[in-house]
């Protein structure tokens, strides 16, 4: 079986942006691969793409005219740049050059490719390549980053030899590659349609303009899960605590600091959504008050007077059209007794405990699992953290399914 056998995307409707640059000779090819696995695509093509390769050529591979120009009378009188914007069930840029990255990012409609980004509702991905300085430069990196946060998913690039002679990261990913990702995305993915709100990383509570409560949390646990559940095709927003690691591509990322800035994150998020997986380590106290100048060392000792804060899981728990709610528990000893006794109390449907101290759990690569859910348990051995997100996020969509099945017998 050949990788474009492998994937159903049969009749489904790929808009593919071609931006200059001279990798755009290898899109004919994603092209070629994506029309084999019986996708419908409309290329559609900037000016500049024009120069590094002719229209013609994907006009005979995918059996429809190329697309350029948002005032083409012949096409606005028939399928004009808004009935394209809704045919799209996924815009793919490839190449995306740096200054398209720019434009997509300030929001420009210049031209039909860009104004097609802004005029859809259909998810967005973009292959970028360019000479590597210019992926480095930091105005490219700013641009990346910001339309990751808006959930554009960023696919490459690859490393190696560039067409100017330099080394690094700048290629365009393979076409057998972006094939793959657009399989993943369209045409597999338990959890397609689904939409869920995540929470990683601490929360910090401040004491004062400079100092705060925290803990160790790297976010790397709760990140590997928002990734697992897009590469499952769900639609995810994260609500992140302060940490150092990327957005995952195709994540919507909301940061917060505080456990009551969480709390309201998460419940303007949570409406409408089928899932909620709550792995931040939120701090359970705040101090009761926040100085507004810097504590002077004058006193030997010092007190701190701490209020509970809200239990985000336990509020979303009690929704009257509550999402599937799992919980994470953070343990030290008995994990299984604790973690049981956490699911109850909070009402939750399934929880993944994890021991945590003495080097295990906070902060690491790996960890392990002990998932529970009414009427079953699961062990997840000790393993890099994103391949153990993959297996939980498994076992959470084989759950929804069996509670769906429960709830609709039919
Ligand atoms: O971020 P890493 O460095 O990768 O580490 C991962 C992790 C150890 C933080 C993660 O695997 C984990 O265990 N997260 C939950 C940590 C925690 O706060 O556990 P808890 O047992 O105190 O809380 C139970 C559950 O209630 C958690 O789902 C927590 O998100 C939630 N909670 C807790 C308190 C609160 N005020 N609101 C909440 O929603």
Known sequence: MTVSDHFRLRDRHILLGVTGGIAAYKTAELARLLVRAGADVQVVMTEAAGIFIGGSTFQAITGRPVRRSLFDPAHEAAMGHIELARWAELILVAPASADFLARLHAGLADDLLSTLCLASEAPLAVAPAMNRNMWRHPATAANVEALRVRGVRVWGPAEGEQACG???PGRLL???????RVGEWLGQGSLIGRKAVVTAGPTREPLDPVRFLGN???????????????????????????????????VRRVSVETALAMREAVLDAVTGVDLFVACAAVADYRPR?????????????????????????????????????????????ALAVHAEAKRKAKGIDMIAANLVGGGEGFETDDNA??????????????????????QLVS??????????????PR
């Not at 008050?289 to 809200?310: A, G, S, W, Y």
């Not at 998932?371 to 391949?387: A, D, F, I, N």
Request: glycine share 8%.
């Open 289 to 333: 008050q926040i100085v507004d100048q810097k504590i002077k060392k004058t006193e030997e000792t010092l007190r701190l007077e701490l209020v509970r804060n809200p239990d985000i899981l336990r509020e979303v728990a009690a929704l009257p059209d509550r999402p599937f709610c799992v919980g994470f528990a953070a343990e030290t000893d």
């Open 174 to 180: 393979e076409p057998a590659e972006l094939l793959v």
């Open 166 to 168: 330099d080394q690094g």
């Open 216 to 250: 160790r949390s790297s976010g790397k646990m709760g990140y590997a899960v928002a990734e697992a559940l897009v590469r499952e095709g769900a639609d995810v927003i994260l609500v992140s605590g302060p940490v150092s690691l990327d957005v995952p591509s195709g």
């Open 369 to 390: 699992l002990l998932v529970l859910w009414e009427g079953g348990w699961l062990e997840l051995p000790r393993q890099q953290k994103t391949r153990l997100a993959e």
């Open 395 to 408: 076992v959470i969509a084989e759950s929804m399914d069996a509670q769906a099945t429960i709830e609709d």
